[in-house]
């Protein structure tokens, strides 16, 4: 594997299920992210770790629970989902935290019955 | 805050038919701006980043440009698998902000 994988590419889910979603990268970076993109709207940022400390978390919801055990896997945790949660899930690595380039996986495609 | 706006929000073009895409941002101390492309169903692929004003980045048929401002992406002669939505973002202190983005479609 290279680069960054995300797992499932996709998730169906009711409001009462719980369900995570997995990323692991490949680059040898120190920092992961987690990102909401919905349709017509700019990348929302909801996560941000850093040597495996959670370092942001923009006012987001508890029922979206993340989890970093090492600097290469980044998992999110999602239980009693509500609909307007369903969206693309987006994670990200770097080197160093916030301003250089990150890469991206392809994503986790959500959709909350 | 940080704030970037991408225009035009759709782009359709003809193959061959050059253009530019808008980035204009605001931020308390530029650290970079990033270009990304975005297919559909797929994460953001990195393609530049510029760090101060009057740098200039190419990568085949696009060429991206900073200054205090704005940053544009040129497209030059378009082909078809140019076709894709570019994402904009800013680094001002220690996340990215980014754009919604500028649809192109190039139709052959």
């Known amino acids: 594997e290279t680069g960054v994988t995300q797992t499932p590419r996709h998730l169906v889910m009711g409001m009462t299920n719980k369900k995570s979603l997995k990323c692991e990268q490949h680059l040898g970076h120190n920092a992961m992210y987690w990102y909401k993109q919905s349709a017509k709207k700019p990348l929302e940022l909801m996560f941000v770790?850093?040597?495996?400390?959670?370092?942001e978390n923009n006012s987001v919801p508890s029922r979206f629970s993340p989890e970093c055990p090492n600097s290469s896997h980044l998992f999110l945790h999602l239980h009693t989902l509500q609909p307007e949660d369903s969206a693309l899930y987006l994670c990200a690595s770097s080197h160093g935290q916030g301003y250089n380039e990150q890469f991206f996986g392809p994503g986790t495609r959500l959709t909350v019955l | 805050e940080d704030q970037v706006t991408q225009s035009p929000e759709a782009l359709r073009l003809q193959e061959g038919e050059s253009s530019s895409l808008n980035c204009s941002y605001t931020?308390?101390?530029?650290?970079?701006l990033f270009w990304y492309r975005q297919d559909p169903g797929k994460g953001p692929e990195f393609l530049f980043t510029?760090?101060?004003a009057g740098e200039e980045k190419e990568k085949e048929r696009l060429k991206a440009t900073l200054t205090k401002k704005e940053s544009f992406l040129h497209i030059t002669a378009p082909k078809p698998e140019d076709s894709a939505t570019y994402l904009c973002a800013v680094s001002g202190d220690y996340k990215l902000s980014f754009g919604a983005g500028t649809t192109v479609t190039v139709r052959a």
């Open positions: 510029l760090y101060s």
């Open positions: 931020v308390s101390g530029l650290r970079g």
């Open positions: 770790y850093s040597l495996e400390e959670r370092v």
